[in-house]
């Protein structure tokens, strides 16, 4: 198969009908004129009692009942012409994000040199299809190329699908199965591919087993396996972690070995912040089985490029049926993300050290005099609301903290005994009760609406610009100089997160003296810097992360470390409050568990614009 793209040449189908209106037999003049008395003999006729009779009433509705049987017959010739001819004129390879591109099949002997399905005919003499990914090409393959497999994958399931359709009458008006699970048999994997020789086997030359960190146990490749590869263009940590908690889960789901690939990653390497994930048992795949699509290959890939076919339309309506599942509709989806949680978020190093030194506090300050732990998840930034008063805004501060004061009230009234009054071990716990807070704007933890809500960590703190120029020493003039050496103005994380700033970590400040550049154009300016590197990376072969600057990598990782033991901290408590709206408050649902969560409330969502829990919002 090749991508043909031309402008000057295309395939289309058009079909015209001209109908006749039915119109009714016109009205005898009889029946035109009012009843009159039976004519006098005396007086003529006011017909001739001669000549042709008219047409009798039945007559007539037969006549109607044969013009619209014949109109019916012809209605029924044309459509079943549409369907039999309308699926070969059209384009068969259009991609939905290219409307001007045109896909075609060709008839040669050689595979494509990039990674794209193409038509086979296997050993049955039947039209199969599958995909092919030459060897020379580095792994992971560019977001770009995935997206384009998986475009290409469903018009060519679409097309036997259309195909069948035309040769068999009986199959023209049945449904295509469009569920997470269907199943397209003319597939063909790429191992099958290879075994009856319509692709080419391993060379031996280069590597075949794919970038990845888990260690090999034996030699027996993995039977099925899920491969989630980390790269991704958002600046965010939150979405990858979710990704990657659901994934798992839809790894144990399917029976297939779990693979994790970091090369990629914005943020760096996964053992930076976590201990490394469980053993498989067997041995990776090799690179090139590896595919987006469709989902029943035997060793799939999950990215974020890939996340509109793995957790797209069809992943919801399979995963939140109540009925099929006998669960509430989103807590399958939640188990999926918990057994991740579980098995992954694990903080390794020192950070983790902090992390159960920080709990364990908590655990004989709090806990121990039996009152209880409330986290405040506070996200500002660029992500705003989805409550329309503050959609250009962010949820005032005091509605965080009294629906937190909320939740320690009513869980403590309701032990109080009525008739004795007050409780005095209730009231204690009430007083022991803490509410802490983790936000990605300094500013926050200052603020007088929370002038009684502890830090959740203080291992990694976001500094704001105010901060900086506090702590920064002023710059000594030259001697025997009349001019002071140029000093790069303070830039901190007031205000929040923006993916602009991550994406400029690590790069040389703009200049005081120079045109303040909007915050769109730096966020362009960013993400086509990255993405040059990421091309230019993936061309030659490299891992990304070798042409980034040392001091890149390492604020990211602050900024990442910094993030994970927010959650940590606040996972470990009670009760939760934050906006749903945020990735980091879905997680940290999925950190305190179904139960606790949802069942007893202790997870609450202050943002009115979200009705409940979800894994993503599309």
Same mark, same amino acid.
């Given at each position: ?320 049926? !109540? #009925? %099929?599942?006998?669960?509430?509709? /989103? @807590?399958?989806?939640?188990?999926? *993300?918990?057994?991740? =949680?579980? &098995? ?119 500094? !704001? #610009? %105010?901060?900086?120029?506090?702590? /920064? @020493?002023?710059?000594?003039?030259? *001697?025997?100089?009349? =001019?002071? &050496? ?133």
């Amino acid at each position: 198969m090749r991508d043909r793209r031309s402008t000057n040449v295309s395939i289309s189908s058009s079909t015209s009908s001209t109908a006749n209106g039915l119109l009714s037999p016109r009205k005898g003049v009889t029946d035109q004129l009012l009843p009159s008395p039976p004519p006098s003999p005396g007086l003529p006729a006011l017909l001739p009692r001669h000549g042709k009779k008219t047409s009798s009433r039945w007559v007539k509705i037969g006549l109607r009942l044969t013009a619209g049987f014949v109109a019916a017959t012809l209605i029924i010739i044309l459509w079943s012409g549409f369907w039999i001819l309308y699926p070969q004129a059209q384009s068969l390879y259009s991609s939905p994000s290219e409307a001007d591109t045109s896909y075609e099949l060709v008839g040669d002997q050689q595979l494509p040199s990039d990674p794209s399905p193409v038509l086979v005919t296997d050993k049955s003499n039947k039209d199969r299809w599958t995909v092919s990914i030459p060897q020379s090409h580095a792994f992971p393959l560019r977001p770009s190329q995935y997206r384009e497999i998986c475009q290409l994958s469903t018009k060519i399931t679409d097309y036997f699908v259309d195909m069948s359709r035309s040769n068999d009458p009986l199959r023209r008006l049945a449904r295509r199965d469009q569920s997470y699970y269907a199943i397209d048999n003319n597939f063909l994997d790429v191992q099958e591919a290879e075994q009856q020789g319509l692709l080419a086997k391993p060379d031996g030359s280069g590597s075949d087993s794919h970038a990845s960190f888990h260690d090999h146990v034996g030699d027996k490749v993995c039977d099925r396996s899920l491969t989630f590869v980390m790269e991704t263009s958002e600046a965010g940590f939150g979405n990858t972690l979710m990704r990657m908690w659901m994934a798992y889960g839809l790894a144990q789901e399917e029976g297939r070995a779990f693979f994790i690939d970091d090369s990629r990653w914005p943020y760096g390497k996964y053992n930076t912040y976590f201990e490394p994930p469980p053993s498989a048992n067997c041995t990776p795949p090799p690179k090139h089985h590896i595919l987006p699509c469709p989902h029943h290959a035997r060793h799939l890939l999950v990215s974020a490029a890939t996340s509109e076919w793995t957790f797209g339309k069809s992943f919801e309506s399979w995963f939140t049926d !109540s #009925k %099929k599942n006998g669960l509430p509709p /989103q @807590q399958r989806v939640f188990n999926l *993300a918990r057994a991740g =949680y579980e &098995k992954l978020f694990s903080i390794d190093g020192d950070d983790a050290v902090y992390v159960n030194s920080r709990l364990a506090s908590l655990n004989d300050t709090v806990r121990s005099k039996t009152g209880m732990v409330v986290g405040l998840h506070i996200r500002r930034g660029d992500k705003h609301p989805a409550e329309i008063q503050y959609s250009k805004d962010y949820l005032p501060l005091d509605r965080y903290y009294d629906t937190a004061r909320d939740i320690v009230l009513n869980k403590f009234a309701g032990e109080v005994d009525v008739q004795k009054g007050v409780d005095n071990e209730n009231w204690k716990a009430e007083i022991a009760s803490k509410v802490l807070v983790a936000s990605d704007d300094p500013d926050v933890y200052h603020a007088q609406d929370l002038s009684r809500v502890e830090r959740a960590q203080d291992r990694i703190q976001l500094a !704001s #610009k %105010k901060i900086l120029d506090e702590t /920064q @020493q002023p710059q000594a003039q030259d *001697a025997g100089s009349a =001019y002071h &050496k140029y000093i790069p103005e303070n830039s901190g994380w007031e205000g929040g997160f923006f993916a602009p700033l991550f994406w400029s970590l690590g790069r040389a400040p703009e200049r005081s003296d120079r045109p303040v550049r909007e915050p769109e154009q730096l966020q362009k300016r960013a993400l086509k810097l990255e993405f040059e590197r990421r091309d230019a990376a993936s061309t030659g072969g490299e891992a990304s992360t070798d042409s980034m600057s040392e001091e890149a990598s390492k604020l990211r990782e602050l900024l990442g470390r910094a993030y994970m033991l927010d959650l940590a901290v606040l996972g470990g408590g009670d009760g939760i409050v934050c906006g749903a709206s945020a990735m980091g408050c879905r997680l940290l649902a999925v950190m305190l568990g179904w139960e606790r969560a949802m069942e007893q409330g202790m997870w609450v969502n202050v943002d009115r614009g979200v009705d409940s829990w979800k894994a993503f919002f599309n």
